[in-house]
C-alpha cells in the first residue's frame, strides 16, 4: 500500500497581480496529477491550501475538477483538509472542497475527521489558529484515542509547528500525538521529513514558488509532492519533484559592472521557454536609481514577466521598485521619495506595485497584490479576529453540526 501527499498547491494565486503566474500554478497541479498517476498510488491526501482563497475562481474550481476526475479515472481517491488560506471563516458556511464530494472527494472536517482506507485509519482537522489551541488539542487527543486501536495510522494537519515555524506558529512539538505511522502535514512550504514518535513527521512543501522567500529551498529540494510505502514496519518516503513553469532569477550586480552585469543576465535568459521573474540587486549606486531603472527595463523588459530590484546606495539604504514589464511605465520618483522616509522596503515594493497597477485600471491586480502584502505582513492577527466565526461553528453540538452537512448534500443535489 502506498499513497501519495502534497499540500499548498494555492489553486488561483495570482502572483503579483499577473495572470501569467496564476496559470503557472494551475500547469504545476496539472504536472503533479499526472505524476501521481504514474507512481500507481492507491490513494491521495491533500493536506490544506488547495485553493489560494475560500472563494475560488471558476478557472481554480475546474483545474482542480479536471484533476480529481483523472484520479478518479485511474481509481484513485483523495482525502483531503481545509487549510488557513481555503477555509471559511463564518458561522455556517462550507469550505470550496465540498462542491467536491458527488465526485469522490473524501473531505476530512470537524464533521467527520475519520475515514478508514482498507485497514488504514486516516485521521485530521482543518487549520486551526493558535487562539483555538485548546479546542484542536482537545481533538487530537480524540483522535490519538481512536487511533490506538489500529495498526496503520495517518494524522492530516494544516498547522505551523514550533519546531520548523518559530516566529508564528499553531502546535508545540509536544502538544502533537506522538501514536501515528505518519504525520501528512500542510502550511510551511518548504520540505521536512523528520522523524516522530513511531513515524515519519513530513511536509511536502508547496507545489510552486509562492513567496520568493520559498527559493533557497526550491533549489535545495525542488518542488513536487511525497511517495510514502506503508507496506513496511516503518513508513518509507520518496521525494517526487516537479519542475515549476518559469525560472526565478536573483542575481547581485555591481553599480561599476552595471553594463555587464545586465549582459550577463541578458545572456542567461535569452532563450528561457517563458520570462522568469528577475530579482536584482543594484549595489553600491552612485547615480540616480531611474536612470538604472530604465536601462534596465530597455535590456531585460522583452525578456522577464517582471523585474523586482533593489537599489543599495552607497549609505547602504535600500530602495526598492518593481517593474511591470508587461506594460512598463516611467519611475513614480515623487512616490519612491514620499515612502522612502518611512525605511519599510515592503511597504515601498507595496506602493510602487500599486502605482503601476492602479495607473493602468487594474483594480482586480491591485486588491490581489494588496491581500499579497496582507497575507504576508499581518496573516496571523488576520486570521484570528476572521476566525471567531467559525468557533461558534466548531462548538456547536454535533446534531447542529449535522444539519448543516444535511442541508448541503440537500443543496448540491438539487
Not at 475546474?62 to 463564518?90: C, E, S, W
Not at 458556511?93 to 467527520?112: A, E, Q, R
Request: aromatic share 10%.
Amino acid at each position: 500500500m502506498k499513497f501519495a501527499h502534497l499540500a499548498d498547491t494555492h489553486l488561483g494565486y495570482r502572483q503579483y497581480g499577473l495572470f501569467e503566474r496564476e496559470k503557472d500554478f494551475y500547469e504545476v497541479f496539472d504536472k503533479v496529477i499526472d505524476k501521481i498517476i504514474e507512481e500507481k498510488v492507491d490513494f491521495v491526501i491533500h493536506s490544506g491550501d488547495l485553493f489560494e482563497t475560500a472563494r475560488p475562481s471558476p478557472m481554480a474550481l475546474l483545474t482542480f475538477q479536471k484533476g480529481l476526475l483523472k484520479l478518479k479515472g485511474a481509481g484513485i481517491p483523495m482525502y483531503a483538509i481545509a487549510g488557513n488560506h481555503d477555509v471559511v471563516m463564518r458561522k455556517g458556511s462550507i469550505p470550496p472542497h465540498v462542491i467536491f464530494k458527488k465526485l469522490g472527494l473524501k473531505v476530512i472536517s470537524t464533521i467527520n475527521p475519520t475515514y478508514m482506507h482498507g485497514d488504514i485509519f486516516i485521521a485530521g482537522l482543518p487549520y486551526y489558529p493558535a487562539s483555538h489551541g485548546k479546542a484542536m488539542k482537545s481533538k487530537l487527543a480524540e483522535l490519538s484515542e481512536k487511533a490506538s486501536h489500529h495498526e496503520k495510522s495517518i494524522l492530516v494537519l494544516h498547522q505551523g509547528i514550533d519546531k520548523y515555524f518559530p516566529m508564528n506558529f499553531e502546535l508545540e512539538i509536544g502538544e502533537i500525538p506522538d501514536n501515528f505511522d505518519y504525520y501528512a502535514l500542510g502550511h510551511i512550504h518548504k520540505y521536512v521529513n523528520d522523524a516522530y514518535g513511531k513515524g515519519r513527521m513530513v511536509y511536502p512543501g508547496s507545489g510552486e514558488i509562492w513567496k520568493t522567500s520559498e527559493i533557497p529551498d526550491y533549489k535545495k529540494n525542488g518542488k513536487g509532492f511525497v511517495v510514502v510505502d506503508f507496506d513496511g514496519s516503518k513508513p518509507v518516503v520518496k521525494r517526487v519533484t516537479v519542475d515549476i513553469p518559469r525560472e526565478f532569477i536573483e542575481r547581485k550586480i555591481e553599480y561599476d559592472n552595471l553594463e555587464s552585469g545586465i549582459a550577463s543576465v541578458k545572456e542567461t535568459i535569452k532563450d528561457f521557454d517563458k520570462k522568469p521573474i528577475l530579482r536584482l540587486s543594484i549595489t553600491d549606486v552612485k547615480s540616480d536609481t531611474s536612470g538604472i531603472y530604465e536601462i534596465i527595463n530597455d535590456e531585460l523588459g522583452d525578456l522577464a514577466l517582471m523585474i523586482r530590484p533593489t537599489f543599495k546606495m552607497e549609505d547602504d539604504d535600500d530602495l526598492p521598485i518593481d517593474i511591470d514589464t508587461e506594460n512598463p511605465l516611467g519611475p513614480p520618483q515623487l512616490l519612491e521619495k514620499q515612502l522612502e522616509e518611512y525605511r519599510n522596503g515592503e511597504a515601498t515594493t507595496l506602493g510602487v506595485d500599486l502605482y503601476h497597477m492602479l495607473s493602468k485600471d487594474k483594480i482586480d491586480e491591485s486588491r490581489e497584490i494588496i491581500n499579497q502584502y496582507f497575507d504576508e505582513n499581518f496573516t496571523s492577527s488576520v486570521e484570528d479576529s476572521e476566525f471567531e466565526a467559525e468557533e461558534l461553528e466548531m462548538d456547536q453540538p454535533p446534531e447542529e453540526k449535522e444539519d448543516i452537512q444535511v442541508t448541503f448534500d440537500k443543496e448540491v443535489s438539487q
